[in-house]
């Protein structure tokens, strides 16, 4: 019998998670346009209607298959570019043109959004039930503080399946070789829908000669808040970081990737302009180094661990819960789960 270790690789529900997931800045959806968003595989289309939210329907008409995107926009609703009928917010058709009556089942899937922290989300459930009002998004109150900088987001194009980025709750031992950041203190907490990751480590690039702390933590599938605080020029340097990503399809996402500098004291508004923008740069290279490793590295669904290494099945035992119905979920997902590892030096 052989004593290798064979990868194995088993077949992507064929799902996507229920939660909440990010758009970006709600501001980018407010500008009397209708926005093409790919996910979930297949095509939505988000405008704001008159009534000042945006709405999210899918993108493909029913009557004959063309791109509402590519439509106009009439109060709240959206005019199909192809045949003129008219989709409201709630997926109604409410005008044909040329038809003395509408099908009772003119009818679209439109998708519940909601925004916070300056952001836009859109709710998938595979089972098409409403948003869980325990899973709502938390507020953060920097994002309504004048001493707080606005989101600075990225987006990009990865060519894998999410879970390889949300493997990285869990994954402690990537830190130093992947970022040069050896950890003193690293811990889990899972709890029925949040995934929390502490750390306090060493970071030359974002914090200097000081301890790098960071409190990271998933709120659902695919939406992870971080605070952070480093160092810059001797400075402490207070930041919150935004990593979400919203599926493609099984193979494919767009991940999003923000940063919130708090100001620091006794600088000018140009001076707190230029060190935000010089720190960002610096945490978006620490996280592209992962993005790095996600191009480059194969699906594993039994990965060979050691003692040193984190509670990454435990992890994706939490995560499985967003792709089971409902009624299937077990209790023990409520259950606080705990995972701490010290380093030998004193914190």
């Known amino acids: 019998m052989s004593k290798l270790h064979l990868i194995e690789t088993n077949p992507i529900p064929d799902r996507y998670a229920r939660g909440w997931h990010c758009l970006g800045k709600a501001e980018n959806y407010k500008d009397g346009k209708a926005h093409t968003i790919d996910a979930f ?126 493997d990285n709750v869990a994954d402690k031992a990537h830190f130093g070789p992947v970022h040069g950041s050896p950890i003193k203190l690293f811990a889990n907490v899972f709890e029925n829908h949040v995934a929390e990751q502490t750390m306090i480590g060493c970071s030359e690039r974002l914090s200097e000669d000081s301890d790098l702390k960071t409190v990271a933590t998933y709120y659902g599938p695919s939406y992870q808040i971080t605070d952070m605080s480093g160092e810059m020029n001797g400075v402490p340097i207070y930041s919150i970081l935004l990593n979400c990503h919203v599926p493609i399809d099984q193979n494919n996402f767009t991940l999003r990737y923000g940063v919130l500098i708090k100001k620091v004291p006794g600088l000018t508004e140009e001076q707190n302009r230029e060190m935000a923008q010089a720190y960002i740069k610096l945490a978006q290279d620490a996280f592209y180094e992962d993005v790095e490793i996600w191009d480059n590295k194969v699906r594993i669904d039994n990965p060979l661990l050691c003692d040193g290494d984190g509670p990454v099945y435990q992890l994706r035992k939490w995560y499985d819960q967003f792709y089971t119905d ?13 995972f701490k590892t010290e380093s030998s030096e004193a914190v």
């Open 41 to 166: 595989g297949t095509k939505l289309v988000a405008f704001q209607g008159e009534d000042g939210n945006v709405h999210i329907l899918n993108a493909y008409c029913p009557h004959m298959g063309a791109d509402m995107s590519k439509g106009c926009i009439e109060g709240n609703s959206i005019r199909c570019p192809f045949h003129d009928w008219r989709w409201n917010s709630e997926g109604v058709c409410d005008d044909i043109p040329y038809a003395k009556r509408i099908p009772p089942r003119a009818r679209t899937k439109a998708w519940p959004s909601c925004e916070q922290n300056n952001l836009l989300f859109v709710w998938n459930d595979p089972e098409g039930n409403p948003p869980i009002e325990e899973q709502a998004i938390p507020k953060i109150d920097a994002c309504f503080d004048d001493e707080w900088f606005d989101w600075e987001i990225a987006e990009m194009h990865i060519k894998t399946n999410c879970r390889e980025l949300v």
């Open 326 to 338: 409902v009624a299937d979920l077990k209790d023990e997902l409520k259950e606080r789960k705990v």
